[in-house]
């Protein structure tokens, strides 16, 4: 059984795959002695709905929905609200595990993993405490470093922005205003202009991001 939080955590499980969505729930309830829903679905947008009308301690969610949204778009969805999120993947490429880190993921687990290892993360969580897989550790070391060095708000922003976010949600994401990101995307620019690296367009910020291993 999990520890005790002193009150009934309430979960948001985001997962396309009904068997691995019911396993997920199952193993949660079995796990802590109380535990509450505030959705369970295929759907972003319902589970965004969902937590309009109730406190959440814990988004645990898939990056495959088949809606085609990147992977710091999904995350970062719930990241922007305070709502810690856990990844539960069949997608453990580094670069992959990197865009979560960026967008906010406080925890990345693969389906190949037991539910312990889940569990260990969501006890961390509920408890205020850092938790680090070898899976998410190993993605925190560059594969593909340029020599150019940006600080995390401005990876933060590249990755955003380069997954298809325009200015203004970029900014909501991160909580600053929309000139403080067109900064940080100019500095981007900058940056790998100077190292010889082509970052004028969306595209190109794309492709650099994806060749610095921090999307795929």
């Known amino acids: 059984m999990g520890q005790e939080t002193g009150r009934t955590p309430t979960f948001v499980v985001l997962e396309d795959h009904v068997i691995v969505r019911e396993g997920l729930e199952r193993g949660l309830v079995d796990y802590f ?11 972003l947008g319902d589970a965004l709905k969902a937590i309009d009308q109730r406190a959440v301690d814990c988004a645990i969610i898939d990056l495959d929905l088949g809606d085609g949204r990147s992977v710091a778009d999904v995350v970062s969805s719930f990241t922007s609200l305070s709502i810690p999120v856990v990844v539960v993947s069949a997608l453990g490429d580094p670069a992959v595990i990197q865009s979560a880190i960026l967008a906010g993921a406080s925890a990345y687990v693969t389906k190949r993993s037991g539910f312990d290892e889940l569990s260990e993360a969501l006890d961390a969580i509920l408890h205020n405490r850092d938790w680090m897989s070898p899976d998410f550790a190993g993605a925190l070391i560059p594969k593909n470093a340029t020599g150019v ?6 990876q933060r922003a590249l990755v955003l922005y380069a997954s298809g976010l325009k200015m203004d949600s970029v900014a909501r994401r991160m909580e600053v205003a929309p000139s403080t990101v067109k ?10 202009t100077a190292a010889g690296k082509l970052a004028r367009t969306k595209t190109d910020l794309y492709r650099v991001a994806r060749d610095e291993g921090l999307m795929t």
């Not at 060095?149 to 401005?154: D, G, I, T, V």
């Not at 900064?183 to 790998?192: A, C």
């Open 149 to 154: 060095h940006l600080s995390a708000q401005e």
């Open 33 to 43: 002695d109380r535990v509450e829903f505030a959705y369970s679905g295929a759907v």
């Open 183 to 192: 900064q940080y995307i100019d500095r981007v620019r900058d940056k790998y």
